[in-house]
């Protein structure tokens, strides 16, 4: 089974192997030693000189201790909300007592600096938003500035890059964020269960201040045991950790630039083929995102019957939509490993899915369309 | 590596290779069946009828989650503390908000019905206690008396099992806990990375008047999504799913009455062999555990070169001490796949590294103790 959701997604055989060495103990030099390349290799794909740190969690745990490491009960937190994760965002705030507004964002679309602005007052802790809109298949291409506006209102910005880090641009130092969150199993085609954060030396003076932190999540709790012992406060999920060692060597034998350049090529290659398919894709070509392809489904094809019979038929699993646009959508992951193969696999599927239901489209110019994007011959 | 560690622990090869098994979505057909198993399988271990999720987290985290959900700022906790597991239970408590009233136990000790009875009152919310100590080696012998303590004085017990359940007595419904935690990496034989919690009836209403729920760990939201679709909230660590799959499934192989049999029949032989080593146990006769095994090391030797000895020269890893007494106790695990050829092996590891040190002690009376313990030919 080809796996194109937006997370989880496919493994290469290497970081699924790795999960088969020996168990350890978590306060030994073997894990120390582990650990340290780890977090070596993840600043570089963080593109950062603060802390990172991974936490036995999923992305959604990732941001539950950011939130929770920077917000005290009555602080205020501007966030973007344009999707589903949007919402988790603002929600896990509020269930830390913090005063949240909102900046509504149309679904589909992301925040753009005049919304923000509106909303951004100089009492304002931290400003979080979804860099990659997972529900939506929408990117807030304005992040850069987007994090220089929070700068100048003195708020902290925290960025949910659960989807994106690792197949898309995101030097976290350089645009100013704060605290960044990515999951082990989208773009680092790594298994679930791990969560990344990184931390800037703004954002520690804040969690140093904050006297109520949670204790499974605290952080200064993981970097005391990180400078001292370069160990984790709790037990690690160790096979997790191999595999998510064994993905980050990935990245760095590819280079983080070329395998950006890999997911947005294979992205236009998407976004090519199923226009020329006829079907429309979700976000508007300003939004699109280069990891998540979110495509409406054609007016009397029922959406459900699409990804069975993708999935039953074609040996393709895609997402259906989340949220209000549940049944108006299909998402495909153009994450980690995604490559031509995938692309023409998953296109090959959705064409034919959709001419079983009786929607009529050339899938031959489809294949022609994403060929011609990802530089193969005309075919 | 013989990993001997009071968790992680050693793997069976089945439960390892239960990892490959293909990366799958979470909420698709495939996962959901493999959640009803796991759920099924993990309430005949817990012995209840009550609900019980697993939690993409270390069993720290499973504690979080239980305190988290179940204690309001300004509830009152009393928190029996005999050890660091005790600690930080009593510090989980303390970062929620609540007001911690410790029961102070000598380490090594448990908490007694007496002790107890004495500080608890009609006002306290919660009774929390770890059943077995992993920093000591002793369990709460009394823990269905103490249970029935709290009740009487309509307290909620919440009991710390991580390094216990799957390996000893521990009927959950039958004493009347309402919150039990534990761990994938010890008792379990599984990989660590997964907590699994029970919550009893009495604990959901409690759960459900709580307005500052955690959203990472919300309980009510992990039980909207098993009882509409049988999934988790959140992406769950797959392979862990899988691992742990294959774990209950062999635990139900072996039946949980001849597994606790096992356990206690290996920690009998531990404790015969090192008084006949010459070795003081720590903890006295009646609060040993039959899962954590900690020994006092001998006067004049190095409880840290001990270790490296018996790892580096015999292969058999065991833990050093922790908190307060880290330098006074090598700690064994006595878990999970636990046989007579683990014991066998650790305490010959054990007596040749103290003899390397210099240390005398007869390795063959040892083992003769041992060997009758585990009813094997004298030898």
Redesign the interface.
Known sequence: ?L?M?P?????PERV??A??K???????PEFRELHERIIENAKYVFQTEGDVFVL??????G??CAL?NLLKPGDKAVVAVSGVFGE?MA??AR???AEVVEVPVEWGEAPTPDEVEEVLKDDVKAFCLVYNETSTGAKARDLKVLCELAKDHGALVVVDAVSILGGDELPVDEWGIDVCVT?S?KCLAC????ALISVSEDAWKTIEENP???????LIRAREFWEERHETP???????FY?LDEALIMIREEGLEARIERHARCARAFYSAVEAMGLEVFPRPEFRSNTVIAVKVPSGVDPRRLREIMKEEYGV?V??GMGKIRNLVIRIGCMGIISAREVILTLTALGNALNNLGHENDVGAALRAARRELGLARG
Chains 1, 2 share one sequence.
């Open positions: 089974m796996v959701l997370g989880p997604t496919n493994v699924v192997r999960m088969l020996p168990v350890m103990g978590h306060r030994g036995t969690c999923s992305g959604t745990g941001i539950s929770e988790r929600e896990t269930r830390r007592g999951g199993q298994p679930p269960g791990l109520s932190r949670p204790f499974y999540f605290d709790f037990t690690p999920a160790i096979p997790l595999a699993l997402a259906g």
